[in-house]
């Protein structure tokens, strides 16, 4: 079946640093992507989103890439801030179907220090 | 636009009892999703709706579990005779298709604990 894999956390950077999440997915049809954040104590926001192969979304610094051939959409910023702080959700939804339900990977939690 | 509201945030229950969740979606939005989330996990599916149509129920929504959307507009999920395993967060989502885009997006949250 449809199934989302993300690196494990916790994440432990310094401000300014470069972040990488990495996720990569497993569908049978053509999934759009998306990374969604959780801020403590809130619910889940979308963070950014790419329906096709070689799109990029991108959204507050954030930047990730739908690769087709590496079945990835790994999640990038090149300068983290504390108010980054967050647990970050990788996730799929193949169009076309019944539904349009989001499968979710376990969740990575980011943590910047000063 | 208000965005999607849960009512209530939290709620606190004894085993057996029943309880029951309402999802309000942004106005405009057709579709609506129920998932359910786990301390550690990503939110798990658990139900949707196109209109005031149940279209689609996950398998971990047992006979205990029902939810409607009577009037296509806000949702209840009713949880009959609690269980501690049902202890979780209870995540509702709408979105409207666009295309071949279909955004989802998410309310608070109820948080339901089980003692």
């Known amino acids: 079946g449809d199934s989302v894999t993300q690196m494990e956390g916790p994440v432990t950077l310094s401000e300014e640093a470069f972040l990488t999440i990495n996720c990569t997915y497993t569908?049978?049809?053509?999934?759009?992507l998306f990374w969604y954040v959780q801020y403590p104590g809130e619910g889940l926001q979308l963070l950014l989103k790419?329906?096709?192969?070689?799109d990029k979304g991108s959204n507050k610094g954030f930047e990730a890439t739908y690769r087709k051939e590496t079945t990835s959409f790994h999640l990038e910023k090149g300068s983290v801030q504390v108010s980054d702080s967050a647990v970050y959700f990788c996730?799929?939804?193949?169009?076309?179907?019944?539904?349009?339900?989001?499968?979710f990977g376990t969740g990575t939690l980011l943590a910047v220090q000063p | 636009d208000t965005g999607v509201s849960q009512d209530p945030r939290h709620k606190i229950t004894k085993r057996g009892q029943n309880v029951t969740f309402r999802c309000d979606p942004i106005?405009?939005?057709?579709?609506l999703y129920w998932y359910r989330q786990t301390l550690g996990q990503g939110p798990e599916f658990l139900t949707y709706?196109?209109?005031?149509?149940?279209?689609?129920k996950s398998r971990l929504l047992s006979d205990r579990f029902s939810a409607e959307r009577p009037k296509g507009s806000f949702s209840t999920l009713e949880i009959q005779r609690t269980e501690q395993g049902d202890s979780a967060m209870y995540l509702c989502?709408?979105?409207?298709?666009?295309?071949?885009?279909?955004?989802?997006?998410f309310g608070p949250g109820t948080r339901l604990t089980v003692l």
């Open positions: 569908a049978t049809g053509y999934p759009s």
């Open positions: 790419a329906t096709k192969a070689d």
């Open positions: 106005s405009e939005h057709n579709r």
């Open positions: 996730a799929l939804s193949v169009i076309g179907g019944a539904t349009n339900k989001l499968i």
């Open positions: 989502a709408s979105s409207s298709v666009q295309g071949l885009s279909d955004t989802q997006y």
């Open positions: 709706f196109q209109n005031e149509a149940q279209l689609e």
